[in-house]
């Protein structure tokens, strides 16, 4: 590496560590507390070695592999910034499918919803966001998890989101909701994409769910069906080979206009269906 002093542009260029470009420019606006759009108009000023040292550490942990969002402290999401830390799982574009088809289906008024399994608060914080008249809460079982939730909710402006600390919704057997919603863990035990990218870093137990995925979906759609409201909505993040057997467990459960949603990649990503009337 190039000793101090050095430009912003030699601080992108001095390292040897795998990172791509687009990274390096995040990571470095990240080190200085600027954006990338600062950056860019400053290329050729000296930095500063503490935030020269700093975006030096925040490379050399990208280049081992941990994700760009831990590094940063955040994430966006539905055009909102998220805390994020590895006590929960990252926001996944994907995921907004959820969000979209909750607005959709859902009536806007005297609406009560219940995030299980919230995480960042992402989906939850999201929806009361987005539809303020709703009465939102998020239920975790990580007390960690709860308190990222927590800070997320306050730097939203959305106190009014009811945050539980409960697993799957056994805090919640004597309210009704109009809509139950959940990105629940799914993935297999030992499916080998644990062992890559990004799940590496993230909470295990936000991600695996017994043999083949569905141990936790199993009592968690038993359990939203005894707290929907008449007409009121399950809908369910799933993997790309479990929307059948979802929507099975579903219809075994009673529920009406069950189906599957695809994501922008076309795989089927979300299951849900409707109590009766």
């Known amino acids: 590496m190039i000793d101090h002093p050095t430009s912003y542009r ?21 080190a ?29 942990q990208r280049a081992t592999g941990h994700p ?21 799982l990252i926001p996944r574009p994907e995921t907004e499918l959820l969000v979209d088809l909750a607005i ?12 299980v399994g919230t995480g960042s608060g992402a989906v939850g914080l999201t929806l009361a966001a987005e539809r303020p008249d709703w ?30 600390q409960c697993h799957l919704l056994e805090g919640l057997v004597e309210r009704r ?8 863990p799914y993935v297999a035990e030992g499916d080998p994409h644990l062992d890559a990218g990004d799940l ?5 137990i936000a991600l695996t769910s017994g043999l083949d995925g569905l141990d936790l979906i199993r009592p968690l759609i038993d359990q939203a069906c005894s707290v929907l ?25 009673g529920l009406k206009s069950i189906q599957s949603w695809k994501d922008l990649a076309g795989i089927e990503r979300v299951s849900g269906g409707q109590a009766p009337s």
């Open 10 to 30: 030699g601080a992108l260029g001095d390292s040897t560590e795998d990172v791509d470009r687009f990274e390096r420019e995040v990571l470095l606006a990240h």
């Open 177 to 184: 909701f109009d809509l139950v919603i959940s990105n629940p």
């Open 68 to 88: 760009v969002a831990y590094l940063l402290g955040c994430r966006e999401f539905y055009g909102r910034e998220f805390e994020v830390s590895p006590a929960v």
């Open 32 to 60: 200085v507390g600027r954006d990338r759009a600062w950056l860019w108009s400053h290329l050729d000023d000296p930095i500063a070695l503490e935030p020269l040292q700093r975006y030096r550490k925040l490379v050399e």
């Open 200 to 204: 590496r870093f993230e909470p295990r």
């Open 104 to 115: 959709s289906l859902v009536p806007e008024h005297n609406t009560s919803i219940v995030d």
């Open 135 to 164: 009465r939102v809460v998020a239920s975790d079982v990580s007390p960690a998890a709860l308190a990222i939730a927590d800070r997320n909710r306050e730097s939203l402006g959305l106190q009014q989101v009811e945050l539980i």
């Open 229 to 253: 409201a008449p007409a009121g909505w399950l809908l369910l993040e799933h993997g790309h080979d479990q929307a059948e057997p979802i929507r099975s467990l579903l219809e075994k459960q």
